[in-house]
């Protein structure tokens, strides 16, 4: 039930959604657990989630630039360059919180911990997972870029995905 509420409702609070993928996260750190949440679709859920979350973040920060190159030339759309990059302030800050908390990442970690089992790790890794780790060394957050390291760390044992890691910067 959990993961369902996951998948349907990550799109309208980001609150709700860092709370149920806490949950998942305390059940991915047990193997006993990995079929339980692999037959809810947990881990499914959960690359829908990231996924979005970086669609969102990408499509704020072109809007953010668009919002730049129109004030360039024109001094009155400061007052809205300025409330555009306070939007992409709070989704960042809001979208750190989701994908970690305090000494953690919620989202990758349940990854991560699913990655065990070589044959979720492929479907991840046709799922782009490589590139959306790659976009996380962007971030500011410490612990972001310690999962994302050592998930990457993870994946370059196949050379194909070094190779991704390559084409993905």
């Excluded at 759309?77 to 953690?104: C, D, M, P, T, V």
């Excluded at 959306?132 to 760390?153: E, I, N």
Aim: hydrophobic share 40%; proline share 1%; no cysteine.
């Amino acid at each position: 039930m959990l993961a369902r509420t996951l998948r349907d409702e990550h799109k309208v609070s980001v609150e709700l959604t860092m709370l149920i993928a806490g949950v998942f996260f305390i059940y991915s750190n047990y193997s006993q657990f990995h079929p339980l949440l692999s037959q809810n679709q947990v881990g499914d859920a959960t690359m829908k989630v990231i996924e979005y979350q970086i669609k969102r973040h990408e499509v704020r920060k072109k809007e953010l630039q668009s919002k730049e190159q129109e004030a360039a030339g024109n001094p009155a759309f400061l007052q809205e360059l300025e409330k555009e990059k306070r939007k992409l302030e709070i989704l960042e800050k809001k979208q750190n919180r989701l994908l970690h908390r305090k000494a953690y990442l919620v989202a990758f970690n349940i990854l991560l911990n699913l990655a065990e089992d070589l044959t979720i790790e492929r479907k991840m890794k046709k799922r782009k997972i490589v590139s959306y780790l790659v976009k996380m060394l962007d971030r500011d957050s410490v612990q972001l870029l310690l999962v994302a390291l050592t998930f990457l760390k993870k994946l370059s044992i196949f050379g194909e995905n070094k190779n991704e890691m390559v084409m993905s910067r």
